[in-house]
């Protein structure tokens, strides 16, 4: 028989494929069951607009067997087949080559969740399989035709027979290496749970024959087993349901059945865009912090499906670093597997999809702020550090959208207050934002450098995060106002007349003071009098812009 060789194109391809090291081979699956989707989908929308056509429901389906004496897994489906032609032109083409110019240019990257990228479908069966067998009928047509490939080397085509239309893949499945257990494709629990995390959303059924147990008849206690087929994937996914049909317990449900969080969500968001962009999303504000949430092993971001089909399990770019605690799943018809090949990253319509999302998530925080202030606090205790991480790192206009959504301790209020509130109830007087560092709120009411502000009846923030006040820092003012230590030299409070009296007092003590300070050394700057004290008797301040607590932090940073 003729062997034909694969396009020189799709001959280098297929070197990479089954040559490079994918730490993700089990989406090959994905890529051949959506294949069979995409021939259904074919032939479903052909029987629609064709009355010569009859179809019923039940037959479009995919079917996925398991034969482990021959080492076998196939795909069967129901859809349109392929003719000679087609299967010459579809299967001994590659017809995108900028796929591969991009892997080119990249060798040296690793090769993670490449095909998750800009997958290459059918392709993808030889990471696993050592030939792969197509048998296929066209729609309209009497003959079968069979495909076979071992890789590289090309393929063949001939007569062959089969009884009704559709396409069946054969994958004869690779022997156990050291290190890949191929087998594992060819164990029923793997495949079912490889189909249900890639393409639970496929809209037909996925049926697989699998191994049950029920109570053997007439001997209590004994179980014997018995071979059923089941519809693996749940087909609709909850994303394109309607809202109304929905309550929170099934949202709730679907946040579990994916593993986003161990605890209960605080908060769910359904989006449905429909514009220059269309997509569909669930979001999650969980409602405690991760425990790997600080450690490197946390991966922000979101699920990514292409029309139902899992492209990317944690997209990043989906959203900004401070937002890294938002759990949850995209879906767009406008990312096909196709447009997918490409560098998501640079992909516009992605682009599109995170700045809509970012501004989604944004007014959800808003809202919650104004009118269920209870559960945007348990939201910010969680994950409030990371929104001032926002304004810390964020030089553009996010910084005014999240500086709105800090909460700070008021030690007048005793309560969280936002700035907004903070200046808001400022006597007309006031000229600055007050804030004191400490360690605990306990601490820093102790403080004598609080003592004259309190006094004045002005209310003070207290900072007890480290990033408090690199972050206040960042935004320099708030509404017009200052930010100011209570720890600063100079509080703006003293009246003028205090001052000439201060200036007084201290030429008068003026030997005392050199004494203190010559005691004290380099431990000190300068040794003052001051106006601030009520009750106790000395305190620190700080000079300049640095407080006592950022110089802390920033000799303790490594050099
Ligand atoms: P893509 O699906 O992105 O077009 P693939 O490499 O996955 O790329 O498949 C190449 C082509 O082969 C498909 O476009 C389709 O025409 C054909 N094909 C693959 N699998 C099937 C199938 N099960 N039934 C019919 N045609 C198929
Ligand atoms: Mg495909």
Not at 165 to 178: P, Q, S
Not at 200 to 211: L, N
Not at 269 to 294: Q, W
Request: glycine residues 6%.
């Amino acid at each position: 028989m003729q062997k034909t060789e694969f396009k020189a194109e799709s001959k280098r391809l297929l070197e990479m494929m089954i040559h490079s090291i994918y730490s993700n081979r089990e989406i090959f699956l994905r890529e051949l069951i959506s294949n069979a989707s995409d021939a259904i989908d074919k032939i479903y929308y052909k029987a629609l607009t064709d009355s010569n056509l009859t179809f019923a429901k039940e037959d479009y389906y995919i079917k996925v067997e398991i034969d482990k004496d021959t080492r076998t897994l196939s795909i069967v489906d129901t859809g349109i087949g392929m003719t000679r032609d087609e299967l010459e032109n579809n299967l001994g083409v590659i017809a995108q080559s900028g796929s591969l110019s991009f892997k080119r240019e990249n060798e040296a990257k690793d090769g993670h969740d490449i095909i998750g990228q800009f997958g290459v479908g059918f392709y993808s069966a030889f990471m696993v399989a050592e030939e792969v067998t197509v048998i296929t009928r066209a729609l309209g047509s009497d003959s079968a035709y069979v495909w076979k490939s071992a890789g590289v080397d090309g393929y063949t085509i001939e007569s062959g027979q089969k009884a009704t239309v559709g396409t069946e893949i054969l994958l004869k499945i690779k022997e156990n290496t050291e290190d890949e257990n191929y087998e594992d494709y060819l164990d029923e629990y793997r495949v079912r749970s490889i189909i249900k995390k890639y393409s639970d959303f496929i809209r037909y059924p996925i049926k697989m024959e699998v191994t049950r147990q029920r109570p053997k008849e007439g001997s209590e206690g004994e179980f014997e087993e018995y071979r059923e087929e089941q519809t693996i994937n749940s087909m609709v996914p909850i994303w394109r349901k309607n809202k109304n049909e929905l309550t929170d317990e099934d949202y709730e449900a679907f946040y579990m059945e994916k593993h986003y969080g161990f605890d209960k969500p605080l908060k769910h968001m359904h989006i449905s865009v429909d514009g220059a962009v269309s997509y569909n999303a669930i979001l999650y504000l969980p409602e405690t912090t991760p425990f790997d949430f600080y450690t490197k092993e946390y991966e922000k971001g979101l699920e990514l499906y292409s029309n139902g089909v899992l492209i990317m399990s944690k997209a990043p770019d989906l959203l900004p670093d401070y937002y890294r605690f938002v759990k949850g799943m995209v879906d767009s018809e406008d990312l096909s597997l196709n447009i997918s090949r490409e560098i998501l990253q640079q992909n516009r319509q992605l682009q599109l999809i995170a700045k809509n999302i970012k501004s989604k998530i944004t007014s959800q925080l808003q809202n919650m702020l104004k009118d269920e202030r209870d559960k945007y606090e348990v939201f910010y205790k969680s994950f409030g550090t990371q929104l001032k991480y926002g304004v810390y790192s964020d030089y553009g206009s996010n910084k005014d959208t999240l500086q709105d959504l800090l909460l700070f301790y008021s030690l007048k209020e005793e309560k969280m207050i936002t700035l907004d509130e903070y200046v808001s109830s400022m006597p007309e007087d006031q000229k600055y934002i007050y804030y004191a560092t400490g360690e605990t709120y306990e601490r820093i009411e102790k403080l004598p450098q609080t003592e004259l502000v309190v006094d004045k009846g002005y209310d003070i923030l207290c900072f007890i995060e480290e990033i408090d006040e690199f972050a206040i820092k960042m935004l320099m003012n708030y509404k017009e106002k200052e930010f100011k230590s209570v720890a600063s030299g100079d509080l703006g409070i003293e009246a003028d007349e205090d001052k000439e009296q201060t200036e007084q007092e201290a030429q008068e003590n003026k030997a005392l003071f050199d004494e203190m300070k010559k005691i004290l050394g380099d431990k000190v700057k300068a040794v003052r009098i001051s106006k601030r004290l009520k009750n106790h008797p000395v305190c620190l301040t700080a000079d300049g812009d640095l407080t006592i607590e950022m110089e802390k932090v920033l000799n303790a940073m490594p050099n």
